[in-house]
């Protein structure tokens, strides 16, 4: 379901995917990783995943923790090419660590939908960052849980692409 939005931020893509709605190669690669985790259940649990297996992914990932209340999450790990592409590291930090009211509305409902849903979700966005950098975002967040209830954690792949200056 498309959601278009006017101002800094010019598209924003949302639905609840299979693996042919990932235009991604390296995203289309993680959710089958994820995919073959399930093992019969809804969603894997974070012991599930192995970083090794992972290594094609770990510079773009990023482990948010949902303890209870939503807005109560806490970034538990971020992969380097998040970080530098951010210019700081957010982990351990939760809702503070958002820098706008515009990233707080596109970015929090990103997670928030997957944790509700119980379901993977797959973005894209075109948006200019806090740097002041055109940027075209890619982004697959799929649940996690020890229960195979609740959604404890989300586990996020990232891959940020500059917008050549004459697309702007």
Excluded: C
């Excluded at 806490?74 to 958002?98: D, K, P, W």
């Excluded at 849980?145 to 200056?165: H, K, W």
Aim: proline share 6%.
């Amino acid at each position: 379901m498309p959601l278009e939005f006017n101002g800094p931020l010019a598209r924003r893509v949302m639905s609840l995917v299979t693996l042919t709605d990932i235009r991604d190669n390296r995203l289309r690669s993680l959710f089958q990783y994820w995919s073959s985790k399930l093992r019969g259940r809804t969603m894997p649990a974070r012991r599930d995943l192995d970083p090794l297996e992972m290594r094609p992914w770990l510079g773009n990932l990023v482990l948010v923790d949902f303890p209870g209340d939503l807005k109560d999450y806490r970034i538990r790990l971020e992969g380097v090419n998040v970080v530098q592409f951010y210019g700081s590291s957010r982990t351990g930090r939760g809702i503070e660590a958002m820098t706008s009211d515009l990233e707080r509305k596109v970015v929090l409902p990103q997670y928030f939908s997957v944790v509700e849903s119980k379901q993977p979700a797959y973005y894209e966005a075109e948006f200019i960052s806090s740097e002041g950098v055109l940027t075209y975002q890619h982004k697959l967040v799929l649940p996690l849980s020890d229960d195979g209830e609740r959604v404890n954690m989300t586990l996020a792949g990232i891959y940020f692409d500059r917008v050549p200056a004459e697309a702007g």
